[in-house]
C-alpha cells in the first residue's frame, strides 16, 4: 500500500506563522512593529475580506523585502531554518509524520510560505516540498510573487501538476486552516 503524506507548515507543523517569524529573524523585533503599523489598513482590509490573502501578502513581502539581496535573503533563510524550525515543531504532528516516513509514505510540506525558509530543514530530514515562489529579478527580491500563492484551491492545483494522486492507496493530510480546507479533502 502506498502512502502520500500532505502537510500543512504554517501553524501545523510549524506552531507558529513563518512569515512572520522569519521577518522578525531578519528584520528585527523593532522593525517588524513599524512594519506592522505602516501596513495596518491592508492588513485590516484582509482580515475584512476586502482583499485577497495573496494582495496582503505580496504588500507585506514588498514593504519589508523588496529590493534585499537574494544571496542575502537565501542565507538568512538557511540560518532560520536550522536555528528556529527545530525548536518550534509541533512534536505531536512531527513524531506521526516520522512514523510514516518510517513505513515509506512519500510526504510532502505544503505551504503559502515561501521555500527560501523551509528548504534547508525539509532536506534535511528527506521531506519535498511544495511553496508559493517569490520572483527574482537581477539577484534581487521583487516583492511579487513568481506563482500564484500556495493557498486554499492553490494548494490543490499545486499538488496535482505535482503528483499523480490516483498512484496512491491512501493519502493523509495534516492541516488546520482555512487556507488547508481544500486540500484536507483530498484525504482517502
Given at each position: 500500500?502506498?502512502?502520500?503524506?500532505?502537510?500543512?507548515?504554517?501553524?501545523?507543523?510549524?506552531?507558529?506563522?513563518?512569515l512572520?517569524?522569519?521577518?522578525?529573524?531578519?528584520?528585527?523585533?523593532?522593525?517588524?512593529?513599524?512594519?506592522?503599523?505602516?501596513?495596518?489598513?491592508i492588513?485590516?482590509?484582509?482580515?475584512?475580506?476586502?482583499?485577497?490573502?495573496?494582495?496582503?501578502?505580496?504588500?507585506?513581502?514588498?514593504?519589508?523585502?523588496?529590493?534585499?539581496?537574494?544571496?542575502?535573503?537565501?542565507?538568512k533563510?538557511?540560518?532560520?531554518?536550522?536555528?528556529?524550525?527545530?525548536?518550534?515543531?509541533?512534536?505531536?504532528?512531527?513524531?506521526?509524520?516520522?512514523?510514516?516516513?518510517?513505513?515509506?509514505?512519500?510526504?510532502?510540506?505544503?505551504?503559502?510560505?515561501?521555500?527560501?525558509?523551509?528548504?534547508?530543514?525539509?532536506?534535511?530530514?528527506?521531506?519535498?516540498?511544495?511553496?508559493?515562489?517569490?520572483?527574482?529579478?537581477?539577484n534581487?527580491?521583487?516583492?511579487?510573487?513568481?506563482?500564484?500563492?500556495?493557498?486554499?484551491?492553490?494548494?490543490?492545483?499545486?499538488?496535482?501538476?505535482?503528483?499523480n494522486?490516483?498512484?496512491?492507496?491512501?493519502?493523509?493530510?495534516?492541516?488546520?486552516?482555512?487556507?488547508?480546507?481544500?486540500?484536507?479533502?483530498?484525504?482517502?
Amino acid at each position: 500500500m502506498k502512502t502520500l503524506v500532505l502537510v500543512d507548515f504554517d501553524k501545523t507543523l510549524y506552531k507558529k506563522d513563518s512569515l512572520i517569524e522569519f521577518t522578525r529573524f531578519y528584520k528585527g523585533t523593532f522593525q517588524l512593529i513599524i512594519g506592522f503599523i505602516a501596513l495596518s489598513p491592508i492588513l485590516l482590509n484582509w482580515k475584512l475580506g476586502k482583499i485577497s490573502n495573496e494582495t496582503a501578502k505580496q504588500k507585506f513581502m514588498t514593504y519589508f523585502f523588496k529590493n534585499e539581496p537574494y544571496n542575502l535573503f537565501l542565507e538568512k533563510g538557511k540560518q532560520f531554518s536550522n536555528e528556529n524550525i527545530p525548536r518550534n515543531l509541533n512534536k505531536n504532528i512531527w513524531e506521526k509524520i516520522q512514523n510514516l516516513q518510517e513505513k515509506n509514505a512519500d510526504i510532502y510540506i505544503v505551504t503559502a510560505s515561501f521555500r527560501e525558509w523551509i528548504v534547508n530543514w525539509t532536506e534535511e530530514n528527506n521531506l519535498k516540498l511544495i511553496t508559493s515562489k517569490l520572483e527574482i529579478a537581477n539577484n534581487k527580491i521583487t516583492g511579487k510573487f513568481k506563482t500564484k500563492n500556495c493557498y486554499g484551491i492553490e494548494k490543490v492545483n499545486r499538488i496535482k501538476e505535482k503528483i499523480n494522486l490516483e498512484n496512491y492507496d491512501k493519502i493523509v493530510v495534516f492541516g488546520n486552516g482555512k487556507g488547508d480546507y481544500e486540500m484536507l479533502q483530498l484525504s482517502k
